[in-house]
C-alpha cells in the first residue's frame, strides 16, 4: 500500500533527524544538557511532501454523520453500523440457502466516530487493523455456545443476530438449517477474543478484504452514516 510505504518512510526519516543529533561524550565530566534542539532543513524538506499527501489523503470526505458515534455494551450505534455494513456489503449479491449473520468483536473498534463530516482518518481510527474478512461454516447446535459468550461478554457487534434476554437467535433464516455462515475477521475465526468456538468451523471463504476497506465503500455508499439497527 501507497500509505504504509509513506508511514515507513517518514518513520525512517524521523531516525534519520534523531540520529543526526547524537553526540556521545566519553569524558567523565558532567555537562548541562540543552532542551534545544536546532532545526533541520534538509530534513523538514525531505518529510513534507510525504506528510502533506498523507494529510490530505486522510482528511478526504467519505460521508456525514447525523449524530455521535459510539461504542457501549451491549450495544451501540457504531456497533450497529460496523456490523450491518459489513454485512450489506457482504450478502447484497449472494444468495444462500443457509442462514448468514456478522460477528464481529467489540475491542476491535478502537475510536469512535463525532458528528459531521466522516473522514477516511475517521475510519482508519475506528479500525486500524489489517484484517481481512472470512465466511465461516458452523453447525447450527453451535448457537448455544456462541449464547454463552455473549452472555459473558456482554455483547458484541452483530447483524442478523438477536441476543433478547439472554436467548441467541437468527435474526431471518430458513426453516431447520443445519449449518449456518458467519462473517467475521480473520482474527476472531483464529481464536481472537476467546472466540474458540470457530474451532468447530467446517469450511471458510477467504475474502482476501480488508474490513477496514469495507467499511470505507459502505460510508462511500450511504452518504450519510446510518443509524437503523
Not at 16 to 23: D, F, G, I, K, N
Not at 167 to 194: A, E, Q, R, V
Request: hydrophobic share 40%.
Amino acid at each position: 500500500m501507497k500509505l504504509k510505504n509513506s508511514i515507513l518512510i517518514f518513520a525512517g526519516a524521523g531516525l534519520w533527524a534523531c540520529s543526526s543529533h547524537l553526540v556521545i561524550n566519553t569524558n567523565q565530566s558532567k555537562e548541562p544538557v540543552s532542551n534545544e534542539i536546532t532545526n533541520d532543513n534538509a530534513v523538514n524538506n525531505f518529510i513534507t511532501p510525504f506528510k502533506d499527501s498523507l494529510d490530505k489523503r486522510m482528511n478526504e470526505v467519505l460521508a456525514a454523520a447525523d449524530v455521535d458515534f459510539i461504542v457501549q455494551r451491549p450495544s451501540s450505534n457504531l456497533m450497529n453500523w460496523v456490523a450491518n455494513a459489513l454485512f450489506v456489503n457482504q450478502t447484497k449479491n449472494v444468495r444462500l440457502t443457509q442462514p448468514v449473520v456478522c460477528l464481529l468483536n467489540t475491542g476491535g473498534i478502537r475510536s469512535s466516530i463525532g458528528k459531521g463530516n466522516v473522514t477516511l482518518g475517521d475510519i482508519y481510527k475506528v479500525m486500524p487493523f489489517d484484517n481481512t474478512v472470512v465466511w465461516v461454516e458452523l453447525p447450527i447446535g453451535i448457537l448455544p455456545e456462541i449464547e454463552s459468550f455473549l452472555n459473558k461478554t456482554g455483547g458484541e457487534p452483530m447483524a442478523n443476530l438477536t441476543l433478547k434476554e439472554g436467548k441467541l437467535s437468527i435474526t431471518s433464516s430458513p426453516k431447520n438449517p443445519t449449518h449456518f455462515w458467519i462473517i467475521t475477521s480473520d482474527y476472531l475465526m483464529n481464536g481472537g477474543d476467546k472466540m474458540t468456538f470457530f474451532d468447530k468451523r467446517t469450511n471458510v471463504n477467504q475474502t482476501g478484504k480488508l474490513l477496514r476497506d469495507i467499511l470505507i465503500e459502505e460510508a462511500r455508499n450511504q452518504g450519510t452514516l446510518s443509524t437503523s439497527n
